[in-house]
T-cell receptor, first 115, second 112 residues
């Protein structure tokens, strides 16, 4: 158990819909990352938040957005869903996010299926 | 942008054989991390290497960081069925980028 929690575990929805994935980082970790993992793309970095502020953006679509709240939990919002958005979405947290203390602790993931 | 290539993509071994996965970055790294993901699981942090030429061992696992800090390897001696999974390297570029770039991973299959 990494200490990172993600809900829901599974999500099945239809094309065009909107979903919200939730992540609670390890106690004390200020940095939260979101990743998308699909069979043919590996682990794709989406976005990072540090202490409530966006720190870095990766390959995140405009239909996707995220935020980190004052209690440090984070939500990833996916809208206008397409079949290709079906994937495992991981949240990870780290103490700082750079340098020697940047190892990431991953949550169990949310498996999103878009039908 | 930074690219991290990892080879091989898959590796089948007989139990007891050795295994190595290699990671190469297009840019100089400040550090490199290794993660293991068991089938159906999530990536789990194994180790971080920071210094040029650094070698670290964890039981049967040996991790190396190249002298130029652009490549790394993970070597497993005498594989066991518990080693099955996908091994990812993640390189953090020098010069202020906060985001580790993950390689595509090497899936290790161990045949008993």
């Amino acid at each position: 158990d990494s200490g990172v929690t993600q809900t829901p575990k599974h999500l099945i929805t239809a094309t065009g819909q909107r979903v919200t994935l939730r992540c609670s980082p390890r106690s004390g970790d200020l940095s939260v990352y979101w990743y998308q993992q699909s069979l043919d793309q590996g682990l794709q970095f989406l976005i990072q938040y540090y202490n409530g502020e966006e720190r870095a953006k990766g390959n995140i679509l405009e239909r996707f957005s995220a935020q980190q709240f004052p209690d440090l939990h984070s939500e990833l919002n996916l809208s206008s869903l397409e079949l290709g958005d079906s994937a495992l979405y991981f949240c990870a947290s780290s103490v700082v996010g750079t340098g020697r203390h940047s190892e990431q602790f991953f949550g169990p993931g949310t498996r999103l299926t878009v039908l | 942008g930074q690219q991290v290539m990892q080879i091989p993509q898959y590796q089948h071994v007989q139990e007891g054989e050795d295994f190595t996965t290699y990671c190469n970055s297009s840019t100089t790294l400040s550090n490199i991390q290794w993660y293991k993901q068991r089938p159906g699981g999530h990536p789990v942090f194994l180790i971080q290497l920071v210094k040029s030429g650094e070698v670290k061992k964890q039981k049967r696992l040996t991790f190396q960081f190249g002298e130029a800090k652009k490549n790394s390897s993970l070597h497993i001696t005498a594989t066991q069925t518990t080693d099955v999974g996908t091994y990812f390297c993640a390189g953090q570029a020098s010069g202020g980028s906060y985001i580790p770039t993950f390689g595509r991973g090497t899936s290790l299959i161990v045949h008993p």
